[in-house]
C-alpha cells in the first residue's frame, strides 16, 4: 500500500488486513486525480471520475428516504453540508462482490476516524436506495467524467449500498459521502462492473467577496434601473432566519427608505439551484418575508411599503455551474413598485 499523508503505522497495519492493497488498475485513473489522503482504495479499482468544488452544498442523508403525506419522496432526515466538497468514482471489474466492498469500506472509514451516522444495503433499509441515491448525487455532484459513471450508478445501478459518517479531529469535522453499486445497466465490458462514489465534505463558512452598498447606491440603481441587488443579507443554510452579520445591510435599507417616504418596493429572494424548484422557491419566498420583518420590527417601517416575493433560481444573474456564479445569484433585490 503507497503512504498517504495523515496515515499513521498503526493505521496502516489495519489497512493491511483488508482487502485495500496496493491497487492493481483495471484501467488508468484519469488524469489529475489522487486518492483522499488517508482513505484507500478498494483493490483492483480505478478512478474513473474526480472533482474538487471550493465551495458547494452538498445533502448528506442521516435516515432512508420516506414518501410524504401527499406520497411523493422526500429525505426527511439529513445534513446540508457547505465547504469543500472533493468526489470520486471507483470503477471496479465485474464479479466483485458490492456487499464485500462495502464491508471493507465501513472498515476502512472506522479505522480512519469517522463515525456512521447512517447506512443501509437494501431498499428496506434505504426507503428507496434509487431515490436516495439520485436526490444526493445530482446537480454539480454528477461528475462530468466522460462515461457519467456517477449518475449511472445512482440512476441504473442495483444492490445499491449507502453510508454517511463524521470524523471530528482537531476542532475540524469531515464528512463522508459513500455509494457502492453494481452497473446493471451498464452494456459492453462495463456490465455488472461495480462503481464506488465518495464524496469527502469539509464544512467551511463562504469567504465573503461582495460589496457593502450603501443607501445612496441603493437609491441611485433603483433610480436607474428599478431595481438593486444585495449581498449583505445573511442567513444559515436551509434557514430563513436573519443572521446578526445583516445588520449593516438593513441599516442601509432602513436609511433609503425613511430618506425616500414615497418609495415602496418588493423585498425578492433568490437561490442558486441546489435543491429542487418547489424548495428553493419555498425558501427565496420565507427569506424575503423575514427581511420585510426585520425592516418592521426593528427599524419601523411601515408594513404597506414592503411586498415580498421568492423567485428561486428563475431569475439568475450568473451561471450555476460555479462556485462565483451561485453566491452571485444568492441574493436579495429591492424592486421598485
Not at 496496493?22 to 484507500?40: E, F
Not at 433499509?125 to 459513471?149: E, F, K, P, T
Amino acid at each position: 500500500m503507497r503512504r498517504h499523508p495523515g496515515i499513521t503505522s498503526q493505521l496502516l497495519l489495519a489497512l493491511i488486513a483488508l482487502t485495500f492493497r496496493p491497487a492493481v488498475a483495471i484501467a488508468q485513473d484519469i488524469a489529475g486525480a489522487r486518492d483522499y489522503p488517508g482513505l484507500p482504495r478498494f483493490h483492483g479499482s480505478a478512478i474513473r471520475g474526480f472533482q474538487s468544488l471550493a465551495f458547494d452544498s452538498f445533502l448528506l442523508p442521516t435516515g432512508p428516504a420516506a414518501h410524504d403525506v401527499s406520497g411523493n419522496w422526500q429525505i426527511p432526515n439529513a445534513l446540508r453540508l457547505e465547504g469543500k466538497v472533493t468526489g470520486y468514482v471507483y470503477v471496479l471489474p465485474p464479479g466483485t462482490a458490492t456487499l464485500e466492498v462495502f464491508r471493507n469500506y465501513q472498515d476502512a472509514l472506522q479505522t480512519a476516524g469517522f463515525a456512521t451516522l447512517f447506512a443501509c444495503d437494501d431498499d428496506d433499509a434505504c426507503g428507496d436506495g434509487g431515490i436516495l441515491a439520485q436526490r444526493v448525487y445530482a446537480g454539480s455532484h454528477i461528475m462530468q467524467n466522460g462515461g457519467l459513471r456517477s449518475a449511472q450508478a445512482a440512476m441504473y445501478g442495483s444492490d445499491i449500498h449507502m453510508l454517511s459518517a463524521r470524523r471530528s479531529a482537531d476542532g475540524r469535522d469531515a464528512y463522508v459521502s459513500l455509494l457502492v453499486a453494481k452497473e446493471s445497466a451498464m452494456g459492453g465490458a462495463d456490465k455488472d462492473s461495480v462503481s464506488v462514489v465518495l464524496h469527502v465534505i469539509e464544512p467551511k463558512p463562504m469567504k465573503n467577496s461582495m460589496e457593502f452598498v450603501s443607501a445612496a447606491k441603493m437609491a441611485s440603481d433603483i433610480a436607474s434601473s428599478g431595481h438593486v441587488a444585495l449581498y449583505g443579507i445573511f442567513f444559515d443554510t436551509d434557514s430563513a432566519t436573519v443572521k446578526p452579520e445583516s445588520a449593516a445591510a438593513l441599516n442601509e435599507i432602513a436609511t433609503l427608505l425613511k430618506r425616500e417616504p414615497g418609495l415602496r418596493v418588493y423585498i425578492v429572494g433568490h437561490t442558486d439551484t441546489q435543491g429542487g424548484y418547489d424548495y428553493n422557491m419555498g425558501l427565496s419566498g420565507r427569506r424575503s418575508h423575514a427581511v420585510a420583518e426585520a425592516l418592521v420590527s426593528r427599524y419601523g417601517i411601515v408594513p404597506d411599503r414592503l411586498h415580498t416575493a421568492g423567485v428561486g433560481f428563475l431569475s439568475p444573474v450568473a451561471t450555476n455551474a460555479t462556485d462565483d456564479g451561485r453566491a452571485k445569484n444568492r441574493r436579495v433585490e429591492l424592486v421598485r413598485e
